[in-house]
Antibody
Framework: QVQLHESGPGLVKPSETLSLTCTVSGGSFASYYWNWIRQTPGQGLEWIGYIHYGETSYNPSLRGRVTISVDASENQLSLKVSSVTAADTAVYYC???????????????WGQGTSVTVSS | EIVLTQSPGTLSLSPGERATLSCRASESVSNSYLTWYQQKPGQAPRLLIYASSRRAAGLPDRFSGSGSGTEFTLTISRLEPEDFAVYFCQLYGYSHTFGQGTKLDIK
């Protein structure tokens, strides 16, 4: 049973870089798309980006500030968001999906989420 | 960018009743790319439906999805107490957009 667990600082100062880690247990990175998603009370759920065999894709609304990477030896997915503002305050989730030529199979495994507040 | 609009914002029903939740896309989309999630307070979303109508593993058959083009529906045939939650639709694509959610609460 694959499990995901997000970790990182709960408080980040404005203009600094938010850094989070997602540890994957019980499975491997192979064949899946590994995503970061965030949720705010006002904006709902927002897809941040994914990494898949080293290839990344980011939400255009965040492009330029986001970096997603994988350390396969540590079974960890990471997220960095630079130049944060209060608008980046959210619960951050990691999640995985599969797709093929026919279907998008949905985000079937999620972490429990980690809350990040941007404030001085 | 395609926008997903869910309605109603809140749906108040009683256990045993039928729930019908709507997700409308701002332009026609592929059935293969539309998913539904359930979220309870303090929990991550849970995948219910993928490809508009295919149930995720272990999902009770009281949940069903349907639709095509711009109109998609999640139906819960007979509400159980554990079904009262927030439901989101999501579209695979350019920004993997989510709808804003429908809150299903107990009447």
């Amino acid at each position: 049973q694959v499990q995901l667990h997000e970790s990182g600082p709960g408080l980040v100062k404005p203009s600094e870089t938010l850094s989070l880690t997602c540890t994957v247990s019980g499975g491997s990175f192979a064949s899946y798309y590994w995503n970061w998603i965030r949720q705010t009370p006002g904006q709902g759920l927002e897809w941040i980006g994914y990494i898949h065999y080293g290839e990344t894709s980011y939400n255009p609304s965040l492009r330029g500030r986001v970096t997603i990477s994988v350390d396969a030896s540590e079974n960890q997915l990471s997220l960095k968001v630079s130049s944060v503002t209060a608008a980046d305050t959210a619960v951050y989730y990691c999640a995985r999906y599969q797709r093929d030529h026919y279907y998008y199979y949905g985000l079937d495994v999620w972490g429990q989420g980690t809350s990040v507040t941007v404030s001085s | 960018e395609i926008v997903l609009t869910q309605s109603p914002g809140t749906l108040s029903l009683s256990p045993g009743e039928r729930a019908t939740l709507s997700c409308r896309a701002s332009e026609s989309v592929s059935n293969s790319y539309l998913t539904w999630y359930q979220q309870k307070p303090g929990q991550a979303p849970r995948l219910l439906i993928y490809a508009s109508s295919r149930r995720a593993a272990g999902l009770p058959d009281r949940f069903s999805g349907s639709g095509s083009g711009t109109e998609f529906t999640l139906t819960i045939s007979r509400l159980e107490p554990e079904d009262f939650a927030v439901y989101f639709c999501q579209l695979y694509g350019y920004s993997h957009t989510f709808g804003q959610g429908t809150k299903l609460d107990i009447k």
